[in-house]
Nanobody, 120 residues
Framework: QEHVVESGGGLVQAGGSLRLSCAAS????????VGWYRQAPEKQREMVAR???????NYAESVKGRFTISRDNTKNTVYLQMNSLRPEDTAVYSC??????????????WGQGTQVTVSS
């Protein structure tokens, strides 16, 4: 069956960098769209970055120029490179994947989340 697993979170100082990974596994025929979302305590979940189809990308205004989303099709993995991190980037980051299991069947699921903490 299909699964999504995130990794790469941790504690960094302001101005530092982290790279998050989102790995999809199972009977995957095609990955249609993958998005990174984050949620800080007492705040609503927000979209951070997403990659659609082959390589089209979208970013939240607050992370443009600092974060980059990319995809390794051979590993069914999507990365989020985060540079120039700020304390306000502190949140639980979750990956959402929409995949095709066959030509006529799709699946959408979330990973468990990974904590990113940026200290000042």
């Amino acid at each position: 069956q299909e699964h999504v697993v995130e990794s790469g979170g941790g504690l960094v100082q302001a101005g530092g960098s982290l790279r998050l990974s989102c790995a999809a596994s199972g009977s995957i025929f095609r990955i249609n769209e993958v998005g990174w979302y984050r949620q800080a305590p007492e705040k609503q979940r927000e979209m951070v970055a997403r990659i659609i189809g082959g390589s089209s990308t979208n970013y939240a205004e607050s992370v443009k120029g600092r974060f980059t989303i990319s995809r390794d099709n051979t590993k069914n993995t999507v990365y989020l490179q985060m540079n120039s991190l700020r304390p306000e980037d502190t949140a639980v980051y979750s990956c959402n994947a929409d995949v095709s299991m066959s030509a006529e069947s799709t699946w959408n699921g979330w990973g468990q989340g990974t904590q990113v903490t940026v200290s000042s």
